[in-house]
C-alpha cells in the first residue's frame, strides 16, 4: 500500500520529534534506530525511507529540535526565569537540546555540529535582537554571555547530586543575569 507524500511527512515529522526527545532525554548513544521507530510507532524497516543511518537521524533530529527552541512568545526575562527554572532542568527530554546535548555533540559527525552550530546562531540572534529591544548598548556580548551562562547552569544543575546546590546553580545564574542583562 503506497503512503501519500502527507503521510510521509507525518511519519517523518513523528520520527523526528521522538528522536529529538530520546536523544535529550538518553544521550545519542544511549538510542538506538529500533528504539526511535517503536516510540514513533512504526516498524524498524520504515527508518531507511526516511534516513539514510543514524547519524543522518541524528543531524536531521538535532536540527529539527533547535528550529523549534525559542522564547518568541514573551520577554528574555520571562525566558530566563522558564529557562532556569526546576521543571526545565527536571525534563531534560522537553527541554532545551542545546543544554541536553551540547557536550556530546563533539562525537558526532560534522551535520550535526552544523546543525547545532547554526542553532546557536539562531538563538544568540534571538537574544541579541531582544536585548536590543532594551537597549542593551553591546547587545551580541550580553546574548553569548547569557545563552552560554544559562545553557552552562541548566547542565551543571543537572550533574550534580544536590538539590539545594542544583536550586542555587539556577537562582544565582538568574539573578547575575538579572543584574547584569536584563
Known amino acids: 500500500m ?11 515529522r513523528r520520527i523526528l520529534d521522538v528522536a529529538s526527545r530520546l536523544f535529550k532525554d538518553k544521550g ?17 524497516g520504515g527508518f531507511y525511507g526516511h534516513f539514510t543511518s543514524k547519524d543522518d537521524l541524528v543531524a536531521q ?11 518568541e512568545d514573551g520577554t528574555f526575562s520571562d525566558f530566563v526565569r522558564s529557562y532556569l527554572a526546576p521543571r526545565h532542568r527536571d525534563n531534560p527530554g522537553n527541554g532545551c537540546p542545546t543544554a541536553g546535548l551540547a557536550a556530546a555533540i563533539r562525537h558526532q559527525t560534522p551535520a ?11 538563538q544568540i540572534a534571538r537574544i541579541e535582537q531582544a536585548l536590543s529591544d532594551q ?9 553569548i554571555g547569557s545563552w552560554a551562562a544559562m545553557v552552562g547552569a541548566v547542565i551543571l544543575a543537572r550533574s550534580v547530586d544536590d538539590p539545594q546546590l542544583s536550586d542555587e546553580v539556577l537562582e544565582q545564574t538568574r539573578a547575575w543575569i538579572d543584574a547584569n542583562v536584563g
Not at 2 to 12: D, G, I, L
Not at 28 to 42: N, Q
Not at 112 to 122: D, N, Q, S, V, Y
Not at 135 to 143: H, P
Open 2 to 12: 503506497k503512503v501519500s507524500r502527507e503521510q510521509m511527512a507525518e511519519n517523518r
Open 135 to 143: 537597549g542593551s548598548a553591546d547587545a551580541r556580548c550580553a546574548a
Open 61 to 71: 533530529a538535532l536540527a529539527h529540535a533547535l528550529a523549534a527552541d525559542s522564547f
Open 112 to 122: 550535526a555540529k552544523a546543525a547545532l552550530a547554526e542553532g546557536l546562531r539562531t
Open 28 to 44: 545519542f548513544d544511549a538510542v538506538s534506530v529500533a528504539e526511535v521507530m517503536k516510540a514513533a510507532g512504526m516498524t524498524h
